[in-house]
């Protein structure tokens, strides 16, 4: 008959529970916890640490724009006045969860990798709609970030970094697991008070520095054409303006006096504090008189003199849009379908801006100062003052070509 001996059973086992919890701590890579608990959060937080401090909603990626754009709409917030206030609480909105997903790879382990692949794996879906598209920003790193392209390779090159690198899992405590869930409930709650704390940007005062400044007295007088009702024709006449000579470019001056002599009575002029960031729902313009926008009155004047008698084309574009060129080089540059006003938003980056083809296209600008959320090119279709059609969509051709045939 055979005994065991009670304290070498009991030392067998300590020696087996020590192993496994030994295997449970080596379990997974240490890269891969320093990836998943180091370098995705911190990638994450600086995104929206960027995005806090920018304020705009233009840094939010279109596909994003368009499904709160979206939501606004479903919720009754589609206007253009409340569509800002929606926007203002979405970006927020965003801007915490990115904190508190951050937050959560870093203190709660068990989840850590998960959270960081599906985070990434949005990403890069966002990012994949957004290089194909064209944009030439993501917004993911403010105005100033790398191309949506180099975001996109960082994305993928982390998300197949965590997919392949395991990280490690100690076996932790009940109460330490709680302490953890604690200080994460703790941190986002504190990012999330500091997210929607922020007072709205600043509004903008119209100042010199947004309106371009009046022409001297010489080149007043050279520009008379600008009190006629008639579009002004190009001149050979001197020119003491700091732009340089386009074809058909309209005198600059001030806002408060520029305006035709047609419209000067009624045409808006520029509010004295301009918000922060306009968002015109351009579709939502059809069947009104396009002074009656608000985009309308941050127009740089003057303004053609028969801007509303009879068919007129409208197009907002940037000069470093590619896209926005080759809709002027297929349809403008030859014959025009109707007189054309082209408007620049005035964010473009000189360094990359293309020449215009339209050489018989009017051209003006938004004045400087806020920021324009939204895409280029835009086109419309005016008739006497009234906007008949919108295209927002280039890419259309139905819809572009209805538009330029007043259809």
Known sequence: MTTSNPSSEHAIGD???????ASAVRTGSLF???????IVPAWLFTGALVKLLDGTPALLPKPVRGIYTWMANLYGMGAEADLTRFFDIALRGTISMEFTLAAAMILLPKFSRALAALVLMLFVGILTSVVISGDASCGCFGSKGPPPIVVLIIDATLLACVLLFKPRLPTIQVKRTGALAGAWVATSAFAVAITFGLPLPASITATASTIIPAPSTATSATNTSAATPTIPAPTTTANTSTAAPISKQLP??????ATSSASSSTWPKPPAQLQPYYMPQVEQWVGKPFRSQPLAALIQQPLPANLEQGRWIVMFYRKDCDHCHDVLEKYFMVKLPAPTLLISIPDTNPAAELPNPCADCFETSFIKG???????PILMSIENGIVKRVCSDADNLESLEATLQFR
Do not use: F
């Open 15 to 21: 020696s087996h529970n020590s192993s496994s919890s």
């Open 370 to 376: 806020p920021e324009y959320v939204v895409g280029t």
């Open 252 to 257: 600059e001056q001030t806002p408060a006096t």
């Open 32 to 38: 891969g916890t320093i990836m998943c608990r180091g």
